[in-house]
């Protein structure tokens, strides 16, 4: 039998919003050490969960929750062992006009639509954001007022390109756009979350992947210590601390 290296195949990787720039490196140096060939489609987790569900040609789905992709175990289009942790994601809140230490309930000095987090129906970070602001004793009529995007990608862009003060975003969306230079930051105007308790990000591979060798060849090298390492420069912690020995 051929090794899943030597073979040939193509596999469709549906990735969350926070990992899009990552997966595309990934499918890069992949790309370049294989005959296989990846294409990456991003989005919401939920939309991409509700995409799996109605049918769409996804190999491996990468979340930024564990619970979607175990709908997608329950309704029977993976197996449970297709299941596991590649990374864990922090969560902060920007704020770039603030140059003092802050707090969530400051966010009260500014008007709610100029506030954004991804919409938390559909996006983990979001869902994470709204927890923490609903726990921040900030007014329910200004909490009814928070700008609400698709997903957290969409969050650091909007508070990059000043249509929004402040937004809860994903340290590996602040990473992509520090490596190309499309912001500078001043680390005092980020308020890093959760960094003790991160969002764990699982991935699943699809029944319909099982006798394809790039998408399973995907999985086997996402754990593997040179992508881990990238993970790593990329703004992710890894689930064991060990995965780099």
């Known amino acids: 039998m051929l090794s899943y290296q030597v073979q040939s195949a193509e596999a469709t990787i549906a990735v969350a919003a926070n990992f899009r720039e990552t997966a595309q490196v990934i499918a890069e140096r992949l790309e370049s050490t294989s005959l ?3 294409t990456i489609i991003s989005g919401s987790t939920g939309k991409l969960v509700s995409q799996a569900l109605h049918g769409a040609p996804f190999d491996v789905l990468m979340a930024a929750d564990q619970a979607r992709p175990l709908r997608l175990i329950t309704e029977g289009l993976a197996e449970p062992a297709a299941q596991r942790t590649y990374a ?3 969560l902060g809140l920007w704020w770039p006009d603030k140059v003092t230490p802050f707090g969530i309930a400051e966010l009260s ?3 709610p639509q100029s506030v954004c987090i991804a919409n938390p129906a559909l996006a983990p970070y979001g869902a994470a954001a709204w927890s923490l602001l609903a726990q921040s004793g900030l007014a329910e009529d200004w909490l ?3 700008a609400r995007v698709d ?3 969409m969050v650091a862009a909007m508070v ?4 929004a003060r402040a937004g809860f975003v994903a340290r590996a969306s602040i990473a992509a756009m520090l490596r190309k230079g499309d912001i500078t ?4 105007s980020i308020l890093w979350l959760v960094p003790e308790t991160p969002i764990r990000q699982d991935l699943v591979l699809l029944k319909r ?3 394809n060798a790039a998408a399973q060849w995907w999985v086997t090298q996402l754990f593997e210590a040179p992508v881990q390492r990238l993970l790593v420069s990329h703004g992710y912690r890894l689930p064991k601390e060990d995965s780099l020995q």
């Open 209 to 211: 992947a099982e006798g």
């Open 144 to 146: 009814a007022g928070v």
């Open 160 to 163: 990059a390109e000043r249509h």
């Open 36 to 38: 296989h060939r990846f």
């Open 151 to 153: 997903n957290v990608h």
């Open 88 to 90: 864990l994601g922090e």
């Open 109 to 111: 000095e500014l008007s």
């Open 185 to 188: 930051l001043n680390e005092q």
